[in-house]
């Protein structure tokens, strides 16, 4: 939100379709645009710009061209209204549109009684008797209507609810020539005129005969999928819906110290970013097309594997062992553009993150949420990580700017998946990106939204910077999939540290598997050097200084819930510098983690050329491996010269031990206490009845002593020998007593990092 609101066009861009356009030299019908158009969806071809649209099939190449072949044309119709015209079910026309009538169309009679079949290539029109009570308006009842030609006899069937009612013979029908300006609508003609009168659902073509006789009528065409419980993880803890819910029922599960969820009181203590240690670099060498946006996942057999995009956008996968040594190996599906690593031969874009999902039979284990095509962002499924298959139809009909970030939430037992959004614009007029974030229970069904109107997205203008042009669809070329707008909410937008002209690129949003309710997002941050800040910041991306359009780093945000976020932008979490002798300016962290013992692995594409760079250096692109702690992206920090302390909310505990991960170097240390529900300390497990807390552990277990007054002048006084006095000392780490009770905690620390916490 601005204080001016205003919409931003930046210099010299197109606004393509906002106006009437001429109608050309020798025609009669204005050409297609935004102010005479009237459809729910159509794709053509879309404009070939820096977005690298695909072309789609012209409609008279294909067999919705119908002609002297054998097929089939079905869907549900609800009729609602009596109309005055034919209402046509579709028209393919040979182009230009509008010109002339050489036309394939199927239209309802205005009569109610029967349907038209007109064929200009052998100047046909055939009337087909149809049953009158399933085409009542008064009735308003969903009814399925197929058209069945058989080439061979020149005879064409007409089925209502899966019942023979009529049957035409010597029918002939011719496919329409091939025309460069073909076109298809549905539900009206090519004019927008003599619309059918009701709702049309599931219209299919198939090339054959579908049906000879009666039959049963399908539910829908819609391929089956499993029916199948979603795995249930625990509640969340903190996802704010209890915020006066005390105590906090913890049980055993570990808790990492990332912000302040389970924490009341605190003093001389703050929440710090480890960056992880750099290790080597484990794919290098880059010569063909190979994108930046990684996935790692690690396999049921301990294989470890990076996917991204490769030649054409095809997905490709490398395979390790031991995390280091990687290879492209070879899938099984043959040599695709010189590689045999090609899992997903067609253009997919590398825009999501194969993943393994807990729910659902072992045929459909891997998922994959991404573009296809740039027509939409589907699902895809998998057995084993190398053979696909698409699901249709589309999850979503947006496109994603980049790399959607998806993941199954257990403990909400939904997907969640994070789309890139390019509709705001920063105040210098480029593009301000932030991302959506979609939910769902079922992949396998398109996700429901309310779209947003022209009209609407012209209102929300007058209180946002919104990107031109608008509408927000037309970002893509005229009837093509536009760009996610404001039909989902809204995350990982700028903060108010950020510089102007800073926004977030990917998100790499996902759910720490090893801790509940906890959520770690790698956010990519882009740092734009054109057209906002002070001239001496702009001058940074002018062709002189040989760098690009900016620079790009990775930080970390954490969530209780996957929803809510939280950004610590310093330090940055991999940064650019150097490593191992390469100047990095760009570092674009992968999806996904690996565990391996009490180190959590990651990787990053690392590359030496500046965001849309002047300098073309592939030789410096390259994926490193980093290396973190077991719950060490975060930590709760305590000075070296004084002790800093918190007390955490109330909470109930299940377990016999109290461990801590957690890190004091040589001169620091930590102490925990329980306190009872009035705040009061416990006898026996009092913070300055712990034993110091001093090392580097993963897991130490809190201990007490138990007769520190009895045996304070032993261990201590001069007449007994220390060895001696040990045999006396007595102490607990059993915390069992305490389980079931309303309790706090007070950890008393100096110079320590405290990474999180688990009762055994």
Not at 289 to 307: A, E, N, P, S
Request: charged share 25%; aromatic share 14%; glycine share 8%.
């Amino acid at each position: 939100i601005i204080k001016k609101p205003q919409m931003v066009y930046p210099k010299g861009e197109a606004r393509f379709g906002l106006a009437k356009l001429p109608i050309p030299k020798g025609r009669t019908v204005e050409p297609m645009n935004w102010m005479n158009a009237n459809f729910a969806a159509l794709m053509t071809n879309g404009e070939n710009h820096l977005r690298k649209e695909v072309g789609y099939p012209n409609v008279t190449d294909t067999k919705l061209n119908l002609g002297d072949f054998n097929w089939t044309v079905e869907f549900w119709f609800l009729e609602n209204k009596q109309s005055k015209n034919n209402g046509v079910v579709f028209e393919i026309g040979e182009g230009p549109r509008g010109e002339n009538n050489k036309v394939t169309r199927l239209s309802l009679n205005k009569n109610n009684d029967s349907f038209l079949l007109f064929n200009f290539p052998t100047d046909t029109t055939l009337k087909i008797k149809s049953k009158a009570s399933a085409l009542n308006p008064s009735k308003k009842q969903w009814h399925h209507f197929a058209f069945v030609y058989n080439s061979d006899k020149k005879e064409l069937l007409h089925f209502v609810d899966g019942k023979l009612v009529s049957k035409l013979a010597n029918v002939r029908v011719k496919s329409l020539p091939h025309g460069s300006e073909a076109y298809m609508s549905i539900g009206t003609n090519g004019l927008w005129k003599n619309q059918l009168p009701g709702a049309l659902d599931e219209l299919r073509f198939s090339e054959g005969m579908v049906y000879t006789k009666d039959f049963n009528l399908p539910k829908s065409f819609a391929p089956p999928h499993p029916n199948y419980n979603l795995v249930k993880g625990p509640p969340l803890l903190f996802d704010g819906k209890h915020k006066n819910n005390l105590p906090i029922y913890l049980g055993s599960r570990k808790h990492l110290f990332i912000d302040d969820a389970f924490i009341e009181k605190k003093k001389n203590v703050k929440f710090v970013v480890n960056p992880p240690k750099k290790a080597e670099r484990v794919i290098d060498h880059i010569t063909k097309q190979f994108r930046k946006h990684l996935t790692v996942v690690q396999d049921k057999d301990g294989l470890i594997r990076i996917y991204n995009s490769g030649p054409k956008d095809y997905l490709q996968v490398f395979v390790s062992k031991d995390g280091v040594h990687f290879k492209a190996p070879d899938v099984g599906h043959g040599t695709i553009l010189g590689q045999k690593n090609i899992v997903i031969p067609y253009s997919v874009g590398g825009l999501g993150n194969p993943f393994i999902d807990p729910n659902g039979p072992d045929s459909t284990r891997w998922k994959y949420i991404s573009g296809y095509h740039r027509r939409g962002i589907y699902v895809f499924t998998s057995p084993d990580g190398y053979n696909w298959r698409r699901v249709v139809p589309a999850l979503l009909p947006f496109r994603s700017g980049t790399q959607s970030c998806s993941f199954y939430d257990d403990q909400r037992q939904e997907y969640v998946s994070y789309h890139r959004s390019g509709i705001f614009a920063t105040p210098g007029g480029v593009t301000q990106r932030s991302s959506v974030v979609t939910q769902t229970k079922d992949l396998y069904a398109p996700i429901e939204f309310k779209p947003l109107t022209w009209r609407d997205y012209l209102d929300s203008a007058k209180i946002r910077r919104l990107r031109a042009p608008l509408p927000w669809y037309l970002d893509n070329g005229p009837l093509t999939p536009g760009g996610f707008g404001l039909e989902f909410p809204h995350k990982f937008d700028p903060i108010k540290q950020d510089q102007v002209g800073t926004d977030i690129y990917v998100t790499k949003a996902q759910k720490y598997r090893w801790a509940p309710d906890t959520y770690f997002a790698f956010p990519i941050v882009y740092y734009h050097y054109e057209k906002d800040g002070p001239l001496t910041r702009q001058i940074l991306g002018t062709p002189m200084w040989k760098r690009g359009s900016g620079a790009i780093e990775t930080q970390i945000e954490v969530s209780r819930d996957g929803l809510n976020w939280k950004r610590y932008p310093r330090p940055a979490y991999v940064g650019m510098g150097k490593y191992l002798g390469r100047n990095i300016y760009q570092a674009y962290i992968a999806d996904g983690m690996i565990r391996r013992g009490n180190e959590i692995w990651q990787y990053f594409f690392g590359s030496t050329e500046y965001h849309s760079s002047y300098k073309n250096n592939k030789k410096g692109q390259a994926v490193y491996r980093l290396v973190q702690r077991l719950d060490g992206f975060i930590s709760l920090d305590s000075p070296y010269d004084k002790a800093g302390y918190i007390v955490t909310k109330p909470f109930i505990f299940k377990g016999k031990k109290l461990s801590l991960n957690i890190y004091t170097d040589a001169t620091g240390y930590a102490q925990v206490g329980f306190l009872d529900k009035y705040g009061k300390p416990i006898k026996g497990y009092t913070v300055d009845d712990c034993i110091y807390i001093n090392g580097d552990f993963i897991s130490a277990d809190v201990k007490w002593l138990k007769n520190k007054d009895e045996i304070k002048n032993l261990v201590f006084g001069k007449k007994k020998k220390l060895t001696t006095d040990m045999k006396k000392i007595k102490w607990s780490d059993d915390v069992s007593p305490l389980q079931g009770k309303v309790v706090r905690l007070i950890i008393r620390m100096r110079g320590t990092k405290l990474y999180s916490l688990k009762f055994n």
